[in-house]
């Protein structure tokens, strides 16, 4: 029995063994550089773009202003009682996650992904700075000198700044770009945006350069959704097996030369991988010499540092990089391409089995892809005609009830209302305010008198702004206790403009 000392306490986790993922050239390589510039230019460019809404409203094209609770996203306004539009918004996102997911796999966690560009450029920066793979694996190995604290203070001092401007572009967001810009330059941005600045930088940075593979494969819950969704024909980056095995060392064409070597050193082949030498000592045998010669180029590029050739995994974002690095060494060793590509596991079953794999396009127009695409656009489509039909002026009325009623000396009864004019355009609007339903009804305001009083009142509303003005009505006393009445507001410009709102007009009971 083991003494108490010679125990060791079992390890739950495994340690991270930090990637060096390498840099490679190729289809997939050049359209996650698109993607990324593509992303980044409208994350970071779009606070600074102009949009002319006349002069009483802002002009920055996209803008969230909490101070006036407004949204604006070019010629679209949206109120705060209109939040079912940014609702509609988020539900679209996630039906368009499931969309993508169901037609082309999770190529949203390899390209377009905040985590996945935020990544990739701190990596470019890393390996501009520190050197490519291998130049990176030797400095992490190498005793801290100079050079080495030169590099690593570098290497952090950009990504920093690179988190800065990135808290600093999303602040722009909320508050006129260049105004707050110059706030923050000279000190005079409030309290909020320095914190929210500081939060964001903290976030792109440990996620960004530190964190990396950690946050998609352990952190994120994507995968974990993705996973439930996925299925033997949806999209994956797949290695072709039945055409890479067995593997081995070389070229087919340099057996003679392995043979040799392998004789002169007694070497023994590897475990699960096939000899060379063995299988060129038979001609017949020869030909079963699987096109992975196993160089392991597509586990040095992948940024999460799988080996795709394990199959489908939590930890494969299907970025497509493994796909360039092995049509690399495909060409090198006059091999047909695609050893690893986007395929499923459904059609490398079959491609194993000798059998024509499923159509692309059949494979993407499936019931589930088609179920999302039709839900998706609903949904877009009833905002675009809710957006096209609503009204830019809006009415709402409510009794105020101390006291309920009030009569006046003439014997008729009154009510008491509060108005509220909203005008949602950004110009100042004359508006008419009108009661129907009330017979004998008299309308005025807490500013006018009852011998002025008419079914109708006329106020200027200013632009993008709220009127509330108090009403009184006035009705004869004889008539039902609860009288059903409409309050409408009408434009009086030339693009017009309405809208209603019901309420009642009380009495007192008779006798009373």
């Not at 510039?37 to 606070?47: D, Q």
């Not at 560009?117 to 793979?133: C, K, M, P, Q, Y």
């Not at 675009?384 to 609503?390: D, E, N």
């Not at 006291?403 to 008729?412: C, E, H, K, Q």
Request: aromatic letters at 10%; a positive charge; hydrophobic letters at 45%.
């Amino acid at each position: 029995m083991a003494s108490p000392e010679t125990l060791t306490a079992p390890k739950l986790f495994e340690a991270r063994r930090k990637v060096f993922p390498k840099a490679i050239r190729g289809t997939y390589r050049n359209l996650k550089w698109a993607v990324m510039a593509v992303t980044l230019a409208i994350y970071y460019v779009t606070p600074w773009l102009r949009w002319d809404r006349g002069p009483y409203a802002p002009d920055q094209a996209v803008l969230v202003d909490i101070a006036n609770r407004r949204f604006f996203m070019f010629s679209i306004e949206i109120w705060p009682h209109e939040f079912y539009y940014v609702a509609g918004l988020l539900i679209m996102a996630a039906i368009g996650l499931f969309l993508v997911t169901s037609s082309v796999g999770r190529a949203w966690c390899g390209y377009a992904c905040p985590q996945t560009v935020w990544t990739d450029l701190f990596l470019h920066v890393e390996r501009a700075i520190d050197g490519d793979r291998n130049a990176q694996i030797r400095l992490q190995k190498a005793p801290l000198g100079l050079a080495k604290i030169v590099k690593r203070v570098t290497k952090h001092s950009i990504w920093l700044a690179i988190a800065v401007v990135t808290g600093g572009a999303w602040v722009f967001y909320f508050a006129d770009a260049p105004t707050l810009a110059r706030q923050i330059a000279t000190g005079r941005a409030p309290g909020v945006a320095y914190a929210t600045i500081a939060v964001l930088t903290f976030t792109t940075y440990v996620l960004g350069g530190l964190m990396r593979e950690q946050f998609c494969i352990y952190a994120c819950p994507w995968p974990r959704i993705q996973g439930a969704m996925l299925d033997e024909k949806s999209l994956l980056v797949t290695y072709k097996y039945w055409r890479g095995e067995p593997r081995s060392h070389g070229l087919k064409r340099a057996a003679p030369a392995v043979r040799a070597a392998e004789s002169d050193r007694g070497a023994e082949p590897q475990p699960g991988l096939v000899s060379l030498a063995a299988l060129a000592a038979d001609p017949e045998n020869a030909s079963r010499i699987g096109d992975c010669i196993d160089c392991n180029a597509c586990v040095a590029v992948c940024p999460t540092g799988i080996d795709i050739r394990d199959g489908a995994q939590i930890g494969c974002i299907t970025c497509g990089l493994c796909i360039d690095a092995c049509d690399e060494i495909m060409d090198r060793i006059d091999r047909p391409r695609r050893l690893i590509g986007y395929s499923t596991i459904a059609d490398e079953m079959a491609a194993g089995e000798g059998r024509a794999p499923e159509h692309p396009m059949k494979r993407l127009f499936r019931p589930r892809a088609i179920a999302y695409f039709l839900l998706w656009a609903s949904i877009g489509l009833a905002m675009l005609f809710a957006l096209g039909t609503r009204s830019r002026l809006d009415l709402s009325v409510s009794q105020n009830r101390n006291p309920v009623f009030v009569r006046l000396s003439d014997g008729s009864i009154r009510n008491n209302f509060t108005v509220k004019v909203r005008n949602m355009q950004s110009r100042p609007r004359d508006v008419e305010v009108s009661i129907s339903g009330l017979p004998g009804a008299a309308l005025w305001s807490e500013e006018g008198q009852r011998e002025s009083a008419g079914t109708s009142i006329r106020l200027n509303v200013p632009a993008d702004q709220v009127s509330k003005l108090r009403l009184f009505v006035a009705a004869p006393g004889q008539g039902p206790v609860r009288s059903d009445v409409s309050f409408r507001v009408r434009a009086l410009d030339r693009e017009g403009g309405e809208d209603s709102h019901p309420s009642h007009f009380e009495r007192p009971e008779t006798g009373q």
